[in-house]
């Protein structure tokens, strides 16, 4: 079974602080990671994916295989990072195509 | 994000009804799937397609059906609407990058916000 958790259901950070949003998964196999993001009445829209190594809007996330995680960091926030992110895992390579499951969420607040 | 549109995008209903949700997609993905988010619990997959008339069950499948006649349509059916169902749902689509380690990258609709009364 493939499990994904985010601990922290709200964080709540300054303008221009460090932030970390955590993300812990449980997968047999190697998974292919992301975070998606849902800022206020918008549809999700993916942020980063593992497998690419990207920097998207100052955020950045590693695969920890050792400690199953993948945390989402940024150095320095911005009042427009306030949003939803979602962590999430695709695990299957069968046929039918690959399902992801979600976390349940960490909604970000960058306070002026 | 055209290109995933989902139709009602409001819905208010009564305990019993039967109840259709649309996605349409113009992009030719393969893969369809409808997603309920709930405070809580993030987003959990209901149902999918992988093709044509090929339909799977997700996690929360009871009270739900689906199904897809064309590559661009995917009805997500309440079959008897219970207040447990008042939710917004997402569809999403999905392709495969055709290389040997796939994206698995999924695209998401705008969401419906259903409340059964």
């Known amino acids: 079974a493939q499990r994904v958790t985010q601990p922290e259901k709200l964080l709540s950070v300054f303008k221009g602080a460090p932030v970390e949003l955590k993300c812990n998964y449980s997968?047999?196999?190697?998974?292919?990671l992301f975070w998606y993001v849902q800022y206020s009445r918008q549809r999700l829209q993916l942020l980063l994916r593992?497998?690419s190594r990207e920097s998207i809007k100052g955020f950045t996330a590693d695969l920890n295989k050792g400690e199953t995680s993948f945390h989402l960091k940024k150095p320095f926030a911005q009042e427009e990072d306030s949003a939803m992110y979602y962590c999430?895992?695709?695990?299957?390579?069968?046929?039918?195509?690959?399902?992801?499951?979600f976390g349940e969420g960490t909604q970000l607040t960058v306070n002026p | 994000d055209a290109g995933i549109t989902q139709s009602p995008r409001h819905k208010v209903t009564e305990t019993g009804t039967p109840v259709t949700l649309r996605c349409h997609q113009t992009?030719?993905?393969?893969?369809m799937y409808w997603y309920r988010q709930d405070p809580g619990h993030g987003l959990r997959l209901i149902h999918y397609?992988?093709?044509?008339?090929?339909?799977d069950k997700g996690e929360v499948s009871d009270g739900y059906s689906v199904s897809r006649s064309k590559t661009e349509d995917f009805l997500l059916t309440l079959e008897s609407a219970t207040s447990s169902q008042t939710s917004v749902y997402f569809c999403?689509?999905?392709?495969?990058?055709?290389?040997?380690?796939?994206?698995?990258?999924?695209?998401f609709g705008p969401g419906t916000r259903l409340t059964v009364l």
């Open positions: 397609s992988y093709g044509v008339k090929d339909t």
């Open positions: 997968y047999s196999g190697s998974p292919e």
């Open positions: 999430a895992l695709s695990g299957i390579k069968e046929t039918s195509g690959s399902r992801l499951t």
């Open positions: 992009e030719n993905h393969r893969y």
């Open positions: 999403a689509t999905g392709t495969t990058s055709g290389r040997t380690v796939s994206y698995n990258e999924q695209f």
């Open positions: 593992h497998i």
